[in-house]
């Protein structure tokens, strides 16, 4: 059964650090290449981390050197830590795969409030 579980959100003031955790279950994500994505209050999910199974990562400019994307393929876990944070940071977090394998679900997420 495949399951994506979020966690680790909360509100933090500019400038603080959080670290989200996500735990998934299935073959198919341990694979493959994984992601943090965020949707922004009236914006559309986009995605600002990515992991390959090999640990290659890559990253959107606006959170590049602040944010580092992690996996612990044993624990099967991918970890997103955010630092510098901003109030444009505020969203919704969800992990999920990346690429066109990608099964048709997504997790709750994990809300993201940044306070100026």
């Known amino acids: 059964q495949l399951q994506l579980v979020e966690s680790g959100g909360g509100l933090v003031q500019a400038g603080g650090s959080m670290r989200l955790s996500c735990r998934f279950s299935?073959?198919?994500?341990?694979?493959?290449?994984m992601g943090w994505f965020r949707r922004a209050p009236g914006k559309q999910r986009e995605l600002v981390a990515s992991?390959?199974?090999?640990?290659?990562?890559n990253y959107v400019d606006s959170v590049r050197g602040r944010f580092t994307i992690s996996r612990d393929s044993a624990k099967n876990m991918v970890f997103l830590q955010m630092n510098s944070l901003e109030p444009e940071d505020t969203g919704v977090y969800y992990c999920?795969?990346?690429?066109?394998?990608?099964?048709?679900?997504w997790g709750d997420g994990t809300q993201v409030i940044v306070s100026s």
């Open positions: 999920n795969g990346v690429g066109t394998w990608r099964p048709g679900f």
């Open positions: 299935g073959k198919i994500y341990s694979i493959n290449p």
């Open positions: 992991i390959t199974s090999e640990g290659d990562t």
